[in-house]
């Protein structure tokens, strides 16, 4: 195996690839990547066991020559290794060269590097089926309803189906949903293909996805009841699903609330910003305290004291109250809603609340509010 290639073009699909290799991995061939040369480019390979990637550098693009000097052939890698001498030389053509099947030698012409590899057939098969329940969707509506949900699902693998965003496809639309049990955030956007089904993607693949094809079109989804796969470009990325059912979330979105708050968006979440500064207790908890003529925001802390602001441009329609909730999460919840004004929905001092933009009703988010003494 051997080939010569435009760095910046390997540079690209190295760092696609690099997503899929973990930090620490149970099954050591995977800390390498998988290169193949065949008749149409090199095809680099990645996979975490839970996530794999494959994209394709081709020979030619644009009328540009890509790939040449090229011998058939595969080997796999030091993943890191091959992509930090990518990143770092300075040449604009590497060459890569497989010698007795146990070295590959990568070189610019002014500084060579000498990797062990390891013999092709050693990597796992890998599902790399294609097939499946099949949707188009426009890169820029999938980036926004990952960046308006992704965000809601757990980090904590305690409950796994809980890191999961429910892709709920049918009836012309799909519905995203995200949540953590302290949080909610629901997207509706329609679609025109007639399809249907239900997948729990891991909230990191979707990220992975939308950062990936942010400069693309259309990415299409493939979905089994085992796995999603996303296409998009010369990449393909592949992603387990999340196994068990998604919770039932449909009846904990209140239809109605007592009370309602219009504030300034920027406003109040620069208000936050500033009294959690001592908001060192119980998780940035901080305090609204509501009335028609004035809205607060507080925090309070037996170790550093306490703080309070105003805000100025309102507008609260009900009895005078009182809520506390963690800082973060309404403030993630602001942003992701992309709205001036934001309108906040209360049924209770412990009731959860709900967050919407009132221009956009394609989103409702939910917080639920935090106890305090």
Known sequence: MKFKVLRDELLKNVQIASRAIAAKNPIPVLANFKLVIDEKGLTILSSN??????????????????????????TLVNAKLFADIARKVEGETLSVELFDGTVVQVSDGRSTYKLNSVKVEEYPELDLDRSGVKL??????????????????????????MTAVNLDVGDGKLVATATDSARLSRKEVAIEAPVKFTA???????????GLADNEETVTLSTT???????FGTTTLISRLVGGDYPNTANIIPKTTNFALIANAKELMAAMERVALLSVERENVIKLS?????????????????????????????????????AAYLMEAIRAADAEDIKIGFLGEMRPFVIKNDKDDSLIQL???VRTY
């Open 49 to 74: 066991n839970e996530l794999s990637i494959l994209t394709r550098v081709p020979i030619a693009s644009q009328g540009k020559t890509i790939l040449s000097d090229m011998e058939e052939g595969g």
């Open 136 to 161: 188009d969707i426009n890169a820029k509506v999938l980036k926004k309803i990952v960046e308006q949900t992704a965000f809601a699902a757990s980090t904590k693998e305690q409950r796994p189906i």
């Open 200 to 210: 729990n993607v891991p909230a990191k693949a979707l990220v992975d996805v939308v």
């Open 225 to 231: 009841d085992k796995r999603i796969t996303f296409e």
């Open 290 to 326: 509501l009335s028609e003529t004035s809205v607060e925001v507080s925090s309070k802390s037996a170790q550093v004291g306490s703080a309070v602001e105003a805000l100025s441009h309102f507008s609260f329609n009900g009895d005078k109250f009182e809520i506390s909730f963690n």
């Open 367 to 369: 917080a639920t509010p």
